[in-house]
Nanobody
Framework: QVTLVESGGGLVQVGGSLSLSCVAS????????MGWYRRTPGKQRELVAD???????RYADSVKGRFTIAKDNATNTVFLGMNSLTPEDTGVYYC???????????????WGQGTQVTVSS
């Protein structure tokens, strides 16, 4: 079992900045990807940014140039820096980890409990 503990988030004004962090612990096999998704009002949960095996990063088009993701492999921690926030960034942000199943191409998906980000105008 893998546990994801999120921290950060909160309330910020338009144009402000916030940061999120997520620490993974437990029986981690091999991380295929670790990062952040969000559910914003009226939308399905979407990828915000993640770090995939090999260190490559992926970002949603809507956050490119404003958000930065980084991963500490030694502590299995992922950080998300969010700048120039807009009301459209308001939502619940979920930490996600895809853990490889040894000897297969399958993976388990783990999710954090979610943390609220609210951008006020």
């Amino acid at each position: 079992q893998v546990t994801l503990v999120e921290s950060g988030g909160g309330l910020v004004q338009v144009g402000g900045s916030l940061s999120l962090s997520c620490v993974a612990s437990g029986s981690i096999s091999s991380i295929n990807a670790m990062g952040w998704y969000r559910r914003t009002p009226g939308k399905q949960r979407e990828l915000v940014a993640d770090v995939i095996r090999g260190g490559r990063t992926r970002y949603a088009d809507s956050v490119k140039g404003r958000f930065t993701i980084a991963k500490d492999n030694a502590t299995n921690t992922v950080f998300l820096g969010m700048n120039s926030l807009t009301p459209e960034d308001t939502g619940v942000y979920y930490c996600h980890l895809a853990d490889a199943v040894p000897g297969t191409l399958n993976e388990f998906a783990y999710w954090g409990q979610g943390t609220q980000v609210t951008v006020s105008s």
